[in-house]
């Protein structure tokens, strides 16, 4: 659709509650390719690409007290209209820490505060504890640059206004990223690893592309948790009860015991997501009996299955990566799904067959001179993450093809 000749002025306007704003009016523009559909698989029809930036997505997250007032993720959703329809809208946040967003600038903040200066609070567009690449700068269809250069001058108006350090937009796609940098953002890149499914029949099919070594491994992995000494179900949409989120949230509030110290989200959560979610959420859980042991939750998007969280309380041998990684290699490969994305880091993930991909975030420095110097940072970060994602595909579990085979 050809962008819209803009006649009147766009006006930004600062909301505290997404409840401010009706769910129609938000999603015409973070999922405007959704439409419906009485075909086979209706579902996936009206499947939004992103799930999580979605009204229901970021509502959730407010209703249960995962950000607002005691969390640091204060809300500050950013609306643009043109003559009152809303055309362009971003999740936007004021952070008292760096928490919860997985592109990190501890290091920035301690440089800045030990030169005298006050890093917090800062801006942040992203989806929170949400290190999944997509359209942060969401626009309603005609409108894309316009909507775009409206959202960016607003972060960066608030952000100046405020005498606020920096403002930054968090795993944002590649386009926005060229389109960001163009209008004066920094542009910073990281990695992630990736498994791509290329149109595979079956489990074995993807196999089969492996060198003979990495394929025994995962079949050993495979083995080796099935013997944990239950069963393994996908559950999806109302096949997922309460009782399930008790034993998932025992599950999360582990892991984040360990990873973060305390957990990002509440409980209150996990039943947010059960009231408007369910269907776009792929939860696997281990069974000994009809008690969950362990389990991993996905979200489902248009074209991707989301890997988000794992936890269990047994430790068996290889039953994460059977839980994380293959069981939402099967769904993907079941369900048409053209990838996966499981999660931040994670080097372990290239020998079972998840490739290095580059992500990207945006970045706007008040200071000009420490400016000048991340800056710099991020032009020799840039190069290092580059030469690391081609070693490391280098490096990765598929067989090299012959000259005949590529024929």
């Known amino acids: 659709m050809e962008e819209q000749m803009q006649s009147t002025e766009i006006e930004i306007h600062v909301h505290p509650s997404l409840g401010d704003i009706p769910a129609a009016e938000w999603d015409a523009c973070a999922c405007p390719e959704v439409v419906q ?9 009206a499947r939004p690409v992103d799930p999580f930036t979605t009204h229901r997505f970021l509502l959730a997250l407010e209703r249960s007290g995962s950000v607002g007032r005691g969390t640091g993720w204060q809300p500050r959703y950013l609306v643009a209209r043109s003559e009152g329809r809303v055309i362009a809208c971003a999740p936007l946040y004021a952070k008292s820490h760096s928490q919860g967003e997985y592109v990190f600038d501890h290091s920035w903040a301690h440089a800045f505060e030990r030169a005298g200066g006050d890093y917090y609070p800062k801006l942040q567009l992203a989806v929170p504890f949400t290190p999944a690449t997509g359209r942060r700068f969401l626009t309603a269809p005609g409108w894309h640059e316009a909507g ?21 937009a968090t795993f944002c796609t590649p386009q926005e990223a060229a389109a960001g940098e163009a209008m004066g953002l920094m542009h910073r890149t990281g990695q992630q690893f990736h498994w791509q499914n290329r149109e595979y029949a079956d489990f074995d099919a993807f196999l089969a592309t492996l060198s003979s070594r990495k394929r025994r491994n995962i079949r050993k992995e495979r083995e ?9 179900v996908r559950l999806t949409g109302d096949e997922i009860e309460p009782e399930h989120w008790d034993a998932f949230w025992r599950f999360y509030q582990d892991t984040g015991a360990r990873k973060w110290g305390h957990p990002y989200l509440t409980r209150a959560f996990f039943d947010e997501v ?11 859980l281990a069974l000994r009996g009809d008690e969950p042991v362990a389990g991993a939750l996905n979200f489902i998007g248009r074209d991707t299955l989301y890997g988000r969280y794992w936890g269990c309380v047994e430790d068996h041998p290889f039953l994460h990566f059977e839980l994380c990684y293959y069981q939402a ?11 996966v994305e499981a999660g931040a880091q994670g080097e372990h993930k290239l020998a079972r067959g998840y490739l290095p991909v580059a992500t990207h975030s945006l970045h706007w420095i008040a200071d000009a001179g420490f400016r000048r110097a991340v800056a710099q940072f991020l032009e020799a970060e840039r190069e290092a993450v580059e030469d690391e994602i081609e070693v490391l595909t280098s490096y990765g579990p598929f067989r090299k093809t012959t000259a005949t085979e590529r024929e």
């Open 274 to 284: 059960q009231e408007t979610m369910r269907r776009d959420v792929l939860l696997v």
């Open 329 to 339: 290699m099967d769904h993907a490969i079941a369900h048409g799904l053209a990838r």
């Open 37 to 45: 559909s009485d075909g086979p698989d209706p579902d996936k029809a």
């Open 148 to 168: 775009m250069a409206a959202l960016v001058q607003g972060m960066v108006q608030i952000a100046a206004d405020n005498d606020l350090s920096s403002a930054h």
């Open 224 to 232: 080796g948790a099935a013997r944990f000494g239950g069963r393994i």
